[in-house]
């Protein structure tokens, strides 16, 4: 067998899996709510008519801040993820009037297209005279990227080539400005994005040359003579007067091998591994690979949310200090959970390891999915990890990049739960659905997932298969799940002795009907931090399988830091909540502080009297889906 870094593993084609379960459900809100209503928030907000040439220029509709740009400016991005959304939902539940829609949005942008490819709104409508005068404050390249992902999307959902040539063309274009010849810019994005939609195109397209540019832009990043500084001062501009004042805000402050921690923005941090990581993958570049184990380590040691949350500070949208991580403030924008999904999934195109995959769970359900409400019409920016009942989700956003975000990711998870290599297909998570691929040695099959998790731990995978073939299965077994047991055809394995990198790796010839059955015992389980995370001393957060819990004044009344978590958890009580799409809460007993009896004093010498008590704790993905009130992750722990 190679070793793990010498394997390619790429994600499955969203049209390649059928998503049922928990996860279906949560396309289906996606298709039935979701995709029309970011395609109409989008044009109430003047996107398509800043797309039109046959309307006049919108002008500048949001005004110029500060850091010397507007939001407007990333309106391609936006459309570009909603295009990436309703073309998954048009595959899980055809919708001909969404699907014309669709598609009268990229006949504007056929039209809107520059006879040399160029393609953006702002700066073929608003400030023609400004294209690549300032790439680290003004998104275009990012715009370019989000576009090009949706052609790529559009393209595999119904066949439709239109969208994708446009960026193909767009693409060509780029190769010819970007590069180190006479007359070519030397330079990359301030907002990642590129980099890992170059990728996608040159997989969907089988052509090298979008690899190229893309390794283009990750190798530049961050080398000497500075490219930011040296553009600024061509444009006339102080390289030293722009809002964040360092390089670290967009990981440009040292070149990409070198750097060993993780700063500035978040999304933008994660963009840029993300694209690090798929031409590691591309090119067997381990120094690449190298360096994103360094940062890897240094951000979900040191900087992550139980929630797979990350950047707690809003001033930058980004990372602060180690260990820094409040709660009630805690930014942990959507779009960097989402993020986080993207580079961890990427991290496993060199080969199964679920130091990433876990984290890739942990992130998708308690990070990135909070931002989307139950019906999918409501949308979270930030994800604090307290509140005391007055964060809501939002109907829209100024800067509304979180809502496709995560709608796209939701809606192409079936591309995370799989990936294939040559001779082996890994199942990186879990949740009904099947398969169909065919391997490099002419395999045709189908693997069947049927499975009720989150909330049962029983998972059975049934092979349809032609013929015999030989390869391997390997079944991530994450580390919270003591105790797992897999069969094959009903006979028992050893788990210790197939084992690798906390995947079950099962290599043999299979035939049709074989069938897997994997368990995952699923418990409540406490989860203590770092005593260096000054805000978790004291504090208890609660898991149960991939899932972090939490409690809301709906189900236990208000003061929720008056309830004490017992050090050794008591017996609990499952029930299914129907009004939350069969959600399992948790019933614990407890303890609370008596509030009732403490009378006037604001302090006192004795401490409050405990009272035996009942604990209800829901899915934190699931919080302010009903009455409105207060939430709180990290309880109390009693001695």
């Not at 989860?527 to 805000?535: E, I, L």
Request: glycine share 8%; charged share 25%; with cysteine.
């Amino acid at each position: 067998m190679k070793t793990r870094k010498d394997r390619q593993f790429r994600p499955v084609a969203v049209p390649d899996v059928e998503v049922g379960g928990f996860w279906g459900t949560w396309q289906d809100a996606v298709c039935q709510s979701t995709a029309e209503t970011l395609l109409d928030r989008c044009v109430e907000a003047g996107m398509v008519q800043a797309i039109d040439v046959e309307q006049p220029s919108p002008g500048i509709v949001i005004p110029i801040l500060d850091w010397g740009g507007s939001t407007q400016m990333f309106w391609d991005s936006d459309l570009g993820k909603s295009i990436e959304t309703i073309a998954y939902s048009l595959y899980r539940k055809p919708n001909p009037k969404l699907e014309a829609r669709a598609d009268a949005i990229i006949d504007l942008y056929e039209k809107l297209q520059d006879k040399d490819g160029y393609l953006n709104a702002w700066f073929q409508r608003v400030q023609p005279g400004r294209r690549w005068t300032n790439l680290r404050d003004h998104h275009e390249l990012y715009c370019a990227g989000h576009l090009i992902e949706g052609a790529v999307a559009y393209f595999q959902a119904t066949g439709k080539r239109k969208l994708l040539d446009i960026m193909c063309r767009y693409a060509d274009y780029l190769i010819e400005v970007f590069g180190h010849g006479p007359q070519q810019i030397a330079g990359y994005d301030g907002h990642e994005e590129i980099e890992l939609a170059l990728v996608k195109l040159a997989r969907v397209t089988g052509e090298k040359k979008y690899l190229d540019l893309s390794k283009f832009f990750v190798d530049e990043r961050g080398t000497e003579p500075h490219f930011f500084t040296d553009e600024a001062l061509r444009d006339g501009r102080d390289p030293e007067d722009y809002i964040q004042k360092t390089y670290e805000y967009g990981q440009a402050h040292l070149p990409v091998r070198a750097q060993t921690k993780v700063v500035g923005h978040a999304v933008r941090a994660m963009y840029l591994y993300s694209g690090m990581a798929d031409i590691a993958t591309e090119y067997n570049d381990d120094s690449l690979t190298d360096a994103l184990d360094v940062l890897w380590d240094d951000v979900v040691t040191k900087q992550m949310y139980i929630t797979g949350g990350i950047g707690p500070a809003a001033s930058n949208e980004g990372f602060t200090d180690y260990y820094d991580l409040p709660n009630e403030t805690a930014y942990a924008e959507t779009c960097a959970s989402v993020g986080l999904v993207f580079w961890a999934n990427r991290m496993l195109g060199r080969g199964p390891d679920r130091r990433y995959s876990d984290i890739m769970e942990q992130a998708l359900y308690n990070g990135a999915l909070p931002g989307l409400s139950i019906d999918g019409k409501t949308f979270f920016y930030d994800n604090p990890l307290e509140s005391a009942g007055k964060h809501h989700r939002w109907k829209w956003h100024h800067c509304p990049c979180c809502p496709p975000n995560i709608a796209r990711l939701v809606t192409s998870i079936g591309s995370y739960m799989y990936a294939v290599a040559d001779d082996e297909i890994a199942v990186h998570l879990y949740g009904e659905s099947t398969l169909r691929c065919t391997l490099a040695n002419g395999a045709d099959l189908s693997l069947k997932q049927t499975t009720n998790y989150p909330w049962e731990g029983s998972i059975a995978f049934n092979l349809d298969v032609a013929a015999p073939a030989r390869f391997a299965l390997s079944l991530r077994i994450p580390q919270w799940a003591e105790g797992a047991t897999l069969s094959v055809n009903g006979q028992m394995m050893d788990l210790r002795t197939i084992a690798a990198d906390g995947y079950a790796r099962i290599e043999r010839e299979w035939t049709d009907g074989d069938r897997v059955a994997l368990f995952l015992p699923l418990s409540l389980r406490p989860q203590y931090a770092n005593p260096k995370v000054r805000q978790d001393v004291g504090r208890v957060a609660l898991m149960r399988g991939p899932l972090v819990y939490c409690a809301e004044e709906v189900d236990n009344g208000s003061d929720l830091n008056a309830i004490i978590v017992p050090q050794t958890l008591p017996q609990t009580r499952i029930d299914v909540l129907h009004d939350l799409n069969g959600a399992i809460a948790v019933d614990l007993a407890v303890e609370r502080e008596d509030a009732c009896s403490w009378g006037e004093a604001l302090y006192r010498a004795a401490p409050a009297e405990r009272k035996p008590a009942s604990l209800r704790l829901v899915p934190y993905h699931l919080w302010d889906n009903r009455a409105p009130g207060s939430m709180l992750v990290w309880l109390q722990a009693g001695n």
